[in-house]
């Protein structure tokens, strides 16, 4: 595809529900990173993903998030029992390469409200 | 841990002038990688510079250029002949050259809010 996608890019959920988010990379990336923005603030790590390995999820805030990358592209980042501290930005990135100076292409962000 | 400070949460600018906008961070890493990145309103973040620390000469893209101040710990991005386009929030980001621990993902700064006055 031409950049990164997420879906939805709005969500409200009740305190207590469980959501998913989505996140498509550009094809061939290896890639793919999950940050948390809250507002007014810069984004923060969450979790890197090379191909379907998570090799780093040490910014996951609890046990209730979790990500997967089961075949190397699409990536869901769930959230569990969600309270009102997960309401955010969630944005997807994705990169050809690991580390360096390579580039992030970054995808919309998903909007989540917790009401 | 690295830490990313941009100390002007908003910026003015007029139409056509230069405007110059700080970052400093801390680290105790000898190489690593800078970056500054911009989001538009309601749009996706784009990268809009990058800069190796083992590189003294500042790196240059059109009308937007840095001064990479190495041992002062200071990153901050020049932007000439400004237009209505480059109205955004700008993040300052690093990256370590390490893996691993958080190191594969960006520290960004709380980022500067950019207005153009035409």
């Known amino acids: 595809g031409a950049g990164v996608s997420q879906s939805p890019r709005y969500k409200v959920a009740k305190r207590g529900q469980d959501v998913a988010l989505r996140c498509d990379p550009i094809s061939g990336h290896v890639s793919l990173f999950w940050y948390q923005q809250a507002l007014g603030q810069g984004p923060e790590f969450l979790t890197y993903?090379?191909?379907?390995?998570?090799?780093?999820k040490s910014g996951l805030p609890s046990d209730r998030f979790f990500a997967e990358r089961p075949e190397g592209s699409v990536s869901t980042l769930k959230i569990q029992r969600t309270q009102q501290e997960d309401s955010a930005v969630y944005l997807c990135?994705?990169?050809?390469?690991?580390?360096?100076?390579?580039?992030?292409?970054f995808g919309p962000g998903t909007r989540l409200t917790v009401t | 841990a690295q830490t990313v400070t941009q100390s002007q949460p908003e910026m003015s600018v007029q139409e056509a002038e230069t405007v110059t906008l700080s970052c400093t961070y801390d680290t105790s890493e000898s190489d690593y990688y800078l970056f500054w990145y911009k989001q538009p309103p309601s749009r996706q973040m784009i990268l809009v510079i990058r800069?190796?620390?083992?590189?003294?000469q500042n790196a240059t893209e059109n009308r937007f250029s840095v001064n990479f101040q190495k041992a002062a710990k200071s990153f901050s991005l020049k932007i000439s002949d400004s237009q209505l386009g480059d109205a955004a929030m700008y993040f300052c980001?690093?990256?370590?050259?390490?893996?691993?621990?958080?190191?594969?993902?960006?520290?960004f700064g709380k980022g500067t809010h950019l207005i153009i006055q035409p």
């Open positions: 993903f090379q191909n379907e390995a998570q090799l780093d």
């Open positions: 990135a994705s990169s050809a390469m690991r580390g360096g100076l390579y580039e992030q292409y």
């Open positions: 800069q190796e620390a083992y590189k003294q």
């Open positions: 980001a690093y990256r370590s050259r390490i893996s691993g621990g958080g190191a594969d993902g960006l520290t």
